[in-house]
């Protein structure tokens, strides 16, 4: 049972547009949600978080939107550049439950910033 | 500036071998986990430790155990090595049990078993 779902594998953008990587989860216990960048041959590096006290998070060109009712966040890169062509991995945690800041992840989104 | 640190970076193993995958931090970090990436999957925590001198169960622990030596270092032990568990792993940090804090990865152990 996927508890973090990334519905769509790839996502292609032109250079200085909008990129816009969608998330949904499942768990109602879920209060903490992180994006992470992945390129080949290196660990996830971590991006922006939000918790689910907020519903907008904001960081230079990265935001993430919450939306609690629907179990759904999102990522926008503005302006998206061809270095962000990577895999974006979202993670969340029931963090108020003391569950050790488990992070579980979905299956992440290839991004392409073509030139 | 290290953060986290895995050894090695490569192995391929014959089915049956033992190995242990190592992994230290220096940003003095409470809790460490280790997780196992496969192709069109996400990151699955295999055991974490939430301090040192505890370790617990992630979602696929099975084949795998674990020694968190000293505040900075945490080790998973493949006892006896199957295909199965090829895969790339992934150790990381966190600094606080609990508290809304990323955690913070190396770049993993590239493991093949023949």
């Known amino acids: 049972d996927q508890q973090v779902k990334q519905n769509s594998p790839s996502l292609s953008v032109q250079e200085g547009r909008i990129s816009i990587l969608n998330c949904d989860y499942t768990n109602s216990m879920f209060d903490y949600f992180l994006w992470y960048k992945k390129y080949p041959a290196e660990g996830p590096t971590f991006l922006i978080s939000i918790s689910s006290i907020k519903d907008k998070n904001e960081d230079g060109r990265f935001t993430v939107f919450l939306n609690k009712s629907a179990k759904h966040l999102s990522l926008h890169i503005v302006p998206s550049q061809p270095g962000d062509s990577a895999v974006y991995f979202c993670a969340a945690s029931a963090s108020h439950t003391g569950a050790n800041s488990k992070l579980t992840f979905g299956k992440g989104i290839t991004l392409s910033v073509r030139p | 500036n290290a953060g986290v640190t895995q050894t090695p970076k490569f192995q391929v193993l014959k089915t049956g071998q033992s190995m242990t995958l190592q992994c230290a931090q220096d940003?003095?970090?409470?809790?460490m986990y280790w997780y196992r990436q496969d192709p069109g999957m996400g990151l699955r925590l295999i055991y974490y430790s939430a301090s040192e001198g505890t370790t617990d169960k992630g979602e696929v622990p099975n084949g795998y155990n674990v020694s968190r030596l000293n505040k900075r270092e945490f080790s998973l032990r493949l006892e006896s090595a199957a295909p199965s568990q090829t895969s790339v792993y992934f150790c990381a940090s966190s600094g606080r049990q609990g508290a809304n804090q990323p955690q913070h990865f190396g770049d993993g152990t590239r493991l093949s078993i023949l």
């Open positions: 940003m003095n970090h409470n809790s």
